[in-house]
Every structure is written in C-alpha cells, then in structure tokens.
C-alpha cells in the first residue's frame, strides 16, 4: 500500500517543542503573557505594522475587528463568493449582511468592478481575502474605497509571504488578520492575529479583546463596553515564536513546492495555476490547478484518481452563496466555474520530490486518460 500524502501538514521540529516546554513548565505567573508578546512582536516586525494583538483564531480577529469598526445589524460588508466560511460568518455574528461578488478569473479574489457595482448606503467594509496565497487588487480596491469612504480589511490568512508591490499582504488595509491553525503556513494549533497600523483602532481592539475593560480604566473589574474572549494563550504563543523564527524557511519551502508544480504542470495546454503578477510575490500557500478549457468531468476524475493513489486532494471552495444559509443570487458565474474546474495540491513542508512526482503524473495520467 502507498504511504498516504497528506494536502497539508505543519513542520515542527525540537525549537517549537523546547519553547512549548519552557512555557508549560515556566510560563505561569508573572511570565504568563511573555511569549504572547514575544510572538506579537516578531509578527509586527515580519510584517512591518506597528500593533498586532494574538487570537484564539482567525474567525475570532475577524469578529472583533468588524465590531471594532462598528459593524452592526443592518450593515453590508463585501466579500468574494470564492471563499471559505470563516471570512463571512463573522459578519453575521453582528447581525450584518455578507454581499458576495464575482472572482476574477486569473486571482479567484475580488473583481474591483463588481464591488463598485455592489457598493450601497448600508456597505460598511470591503473585505479582501487574499485566496490560497493569491493577492487582491488592493490599488484597485483602496481606489474604490476611497472614492465612497469605505474602509477596505484584509484577511491574510491564508496569504503568509504574500506581497503585493513590497506591501506584505495583511499590512494594508484598516486592519489585516491571519490564521494559525494547523494547515496554515505557520501555525500554534490554533490561532490567529489581528494587526493594524491604525492607533485608535488599536486602542478599541485592545479594550475589546480583553473583556470590554479599556486599559487606563483604573477600577478593578470594571468592563467599560461588552468585550469578547478571543485570546492565545501563552503555550500556542511559544509555539509561533519558534515558527516566527523559521518564518522565511516556511515560506521559502512553500514557493518551492510551488515552483516544481508549476514547472512541471504549468506549461501542459489548458492549465492555469495561482498567478504571480509582476512586482508581487505569493507566499504560495495552497498551490492550485484550474482546468480552465475543460468540464467538470476533468476534476471529478482526478479526484477518483488521487483518492486512489492515496493522495489528499482539496477542492476548491465551494460559492458562498451556492450554501443552506446565504441567498443564491446566481450573479457570480465565474466563482460558480471555477469552484468545478480547479482543485488544490499537498504542498506541506516536507513532502519529498518523489511525492510531489506522485502527484504529477496522477494529473498527466488523467489527462491523457481523458483524452
Ligand atoms: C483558515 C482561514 C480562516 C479561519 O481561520 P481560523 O483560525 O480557523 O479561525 C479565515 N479566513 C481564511 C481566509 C482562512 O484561510
């Protein structure tokens, strides 16, 4: 029997486990936040932003960042249908509405027009995920908010090393949020960040992430608004510094793995992978195939077939609006075309180069098994 390839997996090596250790038999007490700031610090200084709080998750720095900004029942905020749930259910936790738009073809992220077009009296935000790594049109989109005074959010979650004309990705919106779960390209288990350049932003943040009570309220116990409870805790923390240490091999490794597939599978006619527009770079994080000539039966075979190669093969977000709970306005074709046509690739940090050509000739084999 083949050894299974998993689609994702975190590196940890003896640094993570010692600091983890440190902080389980040291962190209590006095030394109870330390690696949280520790962690806070080095991700403000990989990315260049000037305050960052730590999260329980990435749906928890969403959550809060939209209240921060005031977003309330009856509010709009636009978002890509091509997205995982997380990016949206936030929004409804407040009781505002998700208003999803179409893709671009080649980013699978934002079309700056369709979001002009969806823009209304009751749209609070402009959130831009940057997909599997890929990076949104943030002139385009900063244009558009500009012009109607609304802010523009990242959700850089899955975009670690990701940077768009020497702007790292989650650094240039209102605020940006990242993810630590375990498929990420770092990870503490879970977890997540919220960072922002914005002080009085910042301030909000810190009184909402720690249970309502702003920092120079002198009473004790005294929450001054409703909070949230949304912390890391010191053991995840000491976990990410050690990651934060080897962020730039993470990534490194990530857009390795990138490049052998695309050298190996970009150039077989009727393939497109994620795109990497000229002064950009992608932190690569989920590399992605798009059949972009072929049905739907291309991607249906292919999975038949990694499942029988013992391959993790993902596949492609499905719309948001295609889901029980959202409306299906069936305006978003493109998002709709390319959920059937495209799939994700494993790409964790130690696959091999022969697991890699597994994955490949799987492709190739299906492709010429089709015809
Ligand atoms: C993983 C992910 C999330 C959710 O992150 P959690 O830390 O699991 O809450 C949110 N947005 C995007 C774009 C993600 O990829």
Known sequence: MKQKIFYTK?????????????????????QCYDYIHRFEEAFKLHLGVKHAIATSSCTGALHMGLAAIGVKPGDEVILADTNWIASAAPITYLGAKPVFVDILPDTWCLDPEKVEAAITSKTKAILAVHLYGNLSAMNELNTIGNKYGIPILEDAAEAIGSIYQGHKAGSMGLFGTFSFHGTKTITTGEGGMIVTNDDALYDQLCT??????????????????????YKMSNVQAAIGCAQMERIDDLIARKREIFAYYKARLANIPGIKMNPEPKGSTIGA?????????????????????????QIDARVFFHPLSSLPMFDNHGCTPIAYRTAKQAINLPSYHDITKNELDRVCSVITGTLSEMG
């Open 208 to 229: 909402l992430s720690n249970h309502g009570r702003n920092k120079n309220q002198t009473k004790q116990f005294w929450p001054d608004t409703i909070g949230f409870k």
């Open 10 to 30: 975190p590196s940890i090596t003896e640094r993570e486990v010692s600091l983890a250790t440190d902080a389980a038999q040291n962190g209590w007490g006095a």
């Open 285 to 309: 994080w989920m590399p992605t195939i798009q059949f972009y000539n072929s049905p739907e039966s291309v991607v249906e075979r292919l999975k038949q077939n990694f499942n029988q190669e």
